[in-house]
């Protein structure tokens, strides 16, 4: 097989990894928003929910997260073996920086299911509502800097994500104020 093709295999892969490492981090954040408002419920509700929500919660980590990370990181390296040009110019260095740091995420979201699972977690829905949208600032970074490589504008990539990031949080606010629903 041409280089070319294993590029092409090696980034379709990545981007499988990708997108299933999206929907898991917000399928298992969602869980927890849900887990934490189990915590309001009367017995027995509440001990069956909380039981059933450590399962998914586990279930979620270990068998979407886990693995997508795993792909996403195995074939985003392969790719980077067949370009390691792109491992000296800024775009790439600062995409895989938010790689880093979505991965240290990552591990931060297992940390919150073992306190779902002890009933210690300090957290309210509304704060796991706004650790559901930590992922989609991510994502918006690293596609954006992926599509336009080097002609990103550093300066409005950042404008735009502190914008981004600010409407997100008057939205969880407003959605969760008094009569905002």
């Known amino acids: 097989m041409e280089i070319a093709n294993w590029y092409s295999v090696a980034k ?18 969602r869980i927890m ?26 279930k979620s980590y270990n068998i979407i997260l886990k693995p997508a990370v795993v792909i996403t990181w195995s ?44 009933g210690t977690s300090s957290f309210t829905h509304i704060h796991y509502r706004a650790l559901n949208e930590v992922p989609t600032v991510f994502l918006v970074a690293i596609v954006f ?4 490589r080097d002609r990103i504008n550093y300066l409005m990539l950042f404008g735009g994500l502190v914008f981004f990031i600010g409407l997100m949080a008057w939205g969880i606010k407003k959605a969760n104020s008094k009569g905002g629903g």
Do not use: C
């Open 75 to 118: 074939f985003g390296v392969m790719m980077l073996f067949i370009q390691p040009v792109w491992l000296s110019q800024g775009w790439m260095q600062l995409k895989l920086f938010f790689l880093l740091l979505l991965t240290g995420y990552t591990h931060y979201l297992k940390g919150h299911i073992k306190q779902l699972e002890a």
């Open 33 to 58: 928003v849900n887990h934490a408002m189990a915590f309001d419920r009367q017995e027995p509700d509440r001990s069956i929910l909380k039981e059933q929500y450590v399962i998914m919660e586990w």
């Open 145 to 148: 800097l992926a599509v336009f």
């Open 12 to 29: 379709s892969l990545h981007l499988v990894g990708m997108v299933s490492w999206m929907a898991g981090m917000f399928y298992l954040v």
